[in-house]
């Protein structure tokens, strides 16, 4: 009984919000046009999957996602392996880290589409900058963590070369801190989808805002909901992966 008290409060607690979120509307507190009730929402997602919409949507924006996020989470984890295990590296980027890293995504868009034009290698390219400095910063800093005594047992057994060190120690060691990294990033490329598919790229976002500009607020809420319940899937893939992967930690 104890080992379920969490979900049951979780339940109860998610049953008062949709008993809440459903009473707003109904008793006039809040416009169902602004805020559609819970029970709406099958009837609206009904009629997307219907005309096929739905599934066309989801289809493109977990393309746009998935590449993205290879490609960012890609990108981040070899510049900061390399930034961690080598100090001239780090020195070598450090301006232009700090040059870079405080500018969002969505300032990117410009650049997006005059680079690409409004299809999807732009949208790919926003996600893969969304995502790219959570990993690198969480790798670099998993790298530089990697207790000094290892090293020197690695030098000890014969592991010198860059290479030997990197895959029979450093990776090793670092793997869990990037995980953590890579977790976020998960959360962070849906956010990034809804961004690089405003403008016009085909996909979730881009029917969130058709539907809200027809303030059809019952289908912006269904896309809202399937990107929670996409998020919620990869998220539990992800996690089953990452326990897979380090079984061998006690």
């Excluded at 979120?21 to 009730?37: D, I």
């Excluded at 450093?170 to 962070?188: D, E, K, M, S, Y």
């Excluded at 399937?226 to 992966?241: E, K, S, W």
Aim: hydrophobic share 60%.
């Amino acid at each position: 009984m104890k080992n379920s008290r969490p979900y049951i409060l979780g339940l109860a607690g998610l049953v008062a919000f949709l008993g809440l979120w459903e009473l707003a509307p109904r008793l006039g507190l809040v416009n169902p046009m602004l805020l559609p009730a819970p029970s709406a929402i099958p009837a609206a997602l009904r009629g997307e999957i219907a005309s096929g919409m739905w599934q066309e949507a989801m289809a493109s924006s977990i393309g746009h996602y998935l590449m993205g996020l290879a490609i960012g989470s890609a990108c981040g984890v070899a510049l900061g392996v390399a930034t961690g295990m080598f100090r001239v590296a780090e020195e070598s980027v450090a301006w232009v880290v700090r040059l870079l890293r405080p500018i969002p995504g969505l300032a990117w868009v410009p650049f997006a589409i005059i680079w690409f034009g409004v299809n999807a290698p732009a949208a790919i390219f926003i996600i893969a900058m969304g995502v790219f400095w959570i990993v690198y910063f969480a790798t670099f800093g998993a790298v530089r963590s990697v207790d000094r005594d290892l090293l020197e047992v690695a030098d000890a057994f014969g592991f010198r070369s860059a290479w030997s060190r990197l895959v029979k120690i450093i990776l090793p060691a670092a793997i869990p801190g990037i995980f953590v990294g890579l977790r976020t990033a998960l959360g962070q490329a849906w956010m990034a989808v809804v961004a690089a598919e405003i403008f016009g790229v085909f996909g979730l976002g881009q029917r969130m805002m058709q539907a809200s500009s027809l303030l059809a607020t019952d289908i912006v809420v269904v896309y809202m909901l399937t990107m929670a319940v996409l998020y919620g899937l990869i998220d539990t893939g992800f996690m089953r992966l990452q326990n897979w992967l380090l079984r061998w930690k006690p």
